[in-house]
């Protein structure tokens, strides 16, 4: 295997998105297009957890896992995101 | 009537389908379960936080601006980047070029140095202008998880070390490349877990 076609793997595109993802919860931290503070909390939390979701299925291969473990994984992802943002938004009565 | 596993191998031409890969889970089933016990008590850490967070908003929201979210943006850039090597340096020793996964794993474990780096003088500015664990309670919550993550970098550090040496002597059979798998999610935990930490803590307003 050359060093290209090592390079030349999903990982690295996954790595690109990861990058891109991080480059723009930075900007939403500091008020991209959205004025509300709780929109943009709520954005920043939702890319993180589209991040964190990118490491679990790709980097850690739970796509290509047994099937429970998918469910599981995606299953956490999606009620950690919900509770995460729940409390967040709760948190500004 | 063609029995059923015939009639889904092939397409509608009669052309067979080539075999999908069976599904895999990486690693040995042992470091899962720490994963998974890992993940849930982070998400209690997470809902904990979140919690007294809304408890004092206004003091946690003015806490926040004291952190340097540059640097917090440069450690997430270097855990990133730490499991890029890492991921490759899996696919180097499965794809027979086992001779590049020392380099991915040395690699990786110099990305973890420089999240290291950036966390002492991180921690080294936030002590010198007096903000300290009982400063409030932001900063519990900032110095204990940022600080039991950074545990999880050290000890995930040990780990790549040892794989940059478990790899150097080149071809990996299936019990090898097992084990490097579970040395591989560990360091991916890592990641994941300072991915929460950099938005909870640096970013969300």
């Known amino acids: 295997m050359s060093l290209w076609r090592l390079v030349r793997a999903r990982t690295s595109v996954v790595w690109l998105l990861l990058v891109a993802a991080t480059a723009l919860s930075w900007k939403l931290s500091h008020g991209l297009g959205l004025a509300e503070p709780r929109d943009a909390g709520c954005a920043v939390l939702v890319v ?46 | 009537m063609r029995p059923i596993s015939s009639a889904l191998d092939t397409t509608a031409r009669g052309v067979p389908l080539p075999d999908r890969p069976p599904r895999h889970l990486p690693g040995e089933a042992g470091i899962w379960l720490f994963i998974c016990g890992d993940l849930l008590v982070f998400s209690l850490f997470f809902v904990t936080f979140l919690y007294y967070r809304g408890q004092e908003l206004a003091l946690f929201r003015a806490a926040r601006l004291h952190l340097d979210q540059g640097l917090g943006a440069l450690n997430t850039l270097f855990m990133l980047s730490s499991s890029w090597f890492v991921a490759s340096g899996v696919r180097a020793v499965r794809g027979g070029a086992a001779r590049m996964a020392p380099y991915c794993f040395a690699l990786a474990w110099a990305c973890g140095c420089g999240f290291g780096v950036v966390k002492f003088f991180e921690y080294r500015a936030k002590i010198r202008a007096g903000i300290t664990l009982n400063t409030n309670d932001f900063y519990m919550y900032y110095y204990m998880f940022t600080g039991i993550h950074f545990m999880h970098v050290l000890i995930g550090m040990g780990v790549l070390a040892f794989l940059t040496r478990y790899t150097w002597r080149g071809a990996c059979d299936a019990r090898k490349i097992r084990n490097i798998e579970s040395g591989a999610s560990f360091w991916h935990v890592v990641d994941l877990l300072w991915i929460v930490l950099f938005a909870l803590l640096y970013l969300i307003p």
């Open chain 1, 48 to 93: 993180a957890f589209i991040k964190v979701r990118l490491v679990i299925m790709d980097f850690m291969e739970i796509r290509g896992a047994p099937l429970a473990m998918r469910l599981a994984g995606e299953t956490w992802v999606l009620l950690m995101a919900a509770a995460l943002i729940a409390l967040y938004l709760g948190a500004l009565q």
